[in-house]
């Protein structure tokens, strides 16, 4: 396959496994693509042709560097020795014991290459371990010291796979070597990637200095950063390019601020940039993955010296010995400070399990075993390379499954496990641990409350030239709200249709029966033709269909209304490019009539509201202001003709825009000054406004 297209392919396949995780949230999006991965394989008989050198580049570099530049400071850096500790001496306990394990499980792999695949199953996901390790409510120290262990153990886990390699490759290893090799990588490594960094950060601060303040410029400088530092570190010094990059990842995290005195929205470029980034490299090694399983399938299912199922038992018993080691590292660990966090030997026992099922693998290990040679130093076949993939394929695999299926069943936590690529900020949530304890508002609380000071002033600014522009905006912002306090619902409840969703249900029936009454009057009055009839029926039955989806699960009529949904759409595009400038008598008509039968839903909603025992039950004024809003805003289209947009209109919307973005600001500034919410939420929220004011100013660029 063409690198171009196999490029556009992984990419297609990385979005489309993300959509299907949307609809699977306890399902890692690794798995859905490794599973499409293998799809592809299979169906389309796609293959990947891959080289050690670029592939170690190409993703490797990148992810090491990014999880540099995410390492969170404070409890971290206080754990530095533990985490060091664990970084290098569990990873190599890891390879002894698990190499030698291996190789006495399947003698026909050589010692080395089991040292090497031990190696390279050391790694644990940082994100993954992250998220494992907060649902298995592992101590705070505990959980320090294995996020922060696994954000570093690639590079001792990758070191330790390159020799076991080599001694492979060439047949030749010697213990006084390695150690003097690994001090001399390690070191020279180390040393050259802060090196190369800090020379990296004075050019771009004297470029700043010069005013060269290119944002775009300076973001692409920092993406290539990694490639840089790998290729001058393992070409020029012979050293660890793998090193390198983790410490340069680590300088740029420790001085990234100076640059914000120069570009503010430098930072904001820039992380979203390294986002997107690793969430495609990530995406695109499972895939690899999962088009690389059936090569290795077939390798293993004729491997003459091993059946299938005892190669299913062999990924177990390496996955279960990999987990042995790292619970019996992290309970020696546990025993070892008891004294200053004293627990009961059971509940240490349990913490050592829920640390062993944590240690996920992923895309670090995928890299690696993927860049195993095909051959030997002597031209020969290198042994058992399919099934060294097949085994870290299925380890990856198996210790995803386990810690889904596993972790929930000890801790009766069930939330999706993250992987790398999916945004999270590791720093920022060890700072908000500090206030965890403070009364405050989160973030959901936060934007409603923002979200109700900008619609507060957009109502205060409507008046009879604008009331169009207002009503629309109105009704952004309270679809926002809804949504929110939709979401609070919906986690404090469990089976039981949310108490908002469902007061908004029968208060949207109750419209909805006076619409449906208006127009039955309409029709037996023979105010309205026909036509207008049967438009208003069928507009009626698709708002039945929205009314039947909420609060539900999946179901035929969520199919109904995306089809509606595509079929309305459809028709607003066609009109936008094929515009009519003359109404026919019955569009003018329908327009009268959705006209009344939207007041008639006001009215319906009104007359229900006052009644006594409805009075009692004090409905959600939200629910109820945002029903109101959206037939206000109905109306207002009806009486301008439809849904088209003038210029005039375009203004004042972007005018009202600006005033609610700058009503939300104040809002945080607010909440700040009455100590509500931490400064790391206002800055998460401010940068957001900035976003969207971003967006208004290039809406408002492709206009002009």
Known sequence: MAIIEAVILLITLVIIANIIGHYLPNLPVSLIEIGLGLMVALVFAVKIPLKTDWFMLVFVAPLLFNDGRRFPKKELWALRGPIIGNAIFLVFATTLIGGLAIHWLVPALPLAASFA?????????????????????????????????????????????KYGIAAAVTGYFSWQQAAGDFLYISIVGALAGMIIMLIIHFIRLFMLQQGFEDVMFHTILQLVTPFIIYLIVEDLFHASGVIAVVVAGIISHSSRNIFLDFLPELKLVTEQTWSISVYLLNGIVFLILGIELPVAMHNTVHNPLINTSEEILLVLAVWLILVIVRGLWTLAYLLYTNQTNPKTFRENIKIAVLSGLSGVRGAITMAGVLSVPTVLADGSPFPQRGLMLFIAAGVIIVSLVMAVVLIPKLTKVKAPIEMRGMQRDLEAEAAA?????????????????????????????????????????????????????????????????????????????????????????????????AKSYRHGKRKLRQKQVMLSVIGTSFNWHHVQLQVYR??????????????????????????????????????????????????????????????????????????????????????????????????????????LEQHKISWQLADELRKNINYSENALILARTDTE
């Open 117 to 161: 695949l031990a190696a390279i199953l050391s790694p644990t996901d940082p994100v993954a371990v992250q998220s494992i390790s907060e649902q298995a409510d592992l101590p705070p120290r505990v959980l320090h010291l294995v996020s922060g262990e696994s954000l570093i153990n690639d590079a001792s886990g990758l070191i330790s796979f």
């Open 566 to 671: 595509a079929w309305s759409i459809s028709k607003r595009f066609l009109t936008h490019l094929w515009p009519r400038h003359t109404k026919s008598p019955s569009e003018t008509e329908w327009q009268l009539t959705e006209r009344e039968m939207a007041k008639a839903g006001i009215k319906q909603l009104s007359y229900f509201l006052k009644q006594p025992e409805n009075r009692q039950r004090h409905y959600n004024r939200q629910v109820i202001y945002q029903i109101i809003v959206r037939y206000r805003n109905q109306i207002e289209n009806m009486k301008n003709g439809g849904r088209s947009k003038t210029a005039i209109y375009e203004r004042q919307l972007q005018k009202l825009r600006i005033k609610a973005l700058t009503s939300e600001r104040v809002a945080i500034q607010e909440l």
């Open 433 to 529: 641990e500090d206030e965890a304890a403070a009364d405050l508002l989160d973030e959901t609380n936060a934007k409603i409350y923002m979200y109700k000071v900008a619609a507060s002033m957009v109502e205060s600014q409507r008046h009879i030239d604008n009331n169009r522009a207002a009503l629309d905006l109105l009704a952004e912002y309270q679809l926002m709200i809804r949504r929110l306090e939709s979401q609070q619902s919906e986690a404090s409840t469990s089976d039981e249709l949310p108490p908002l969703i469902a007061e908004e249900l029968i208060l949207r029936q109750v419209a909805f029966d006076g619409e449906r009454q208006k127009l039955e009057a309409l029709w037996a009055e023979k105010a309205i033709s």
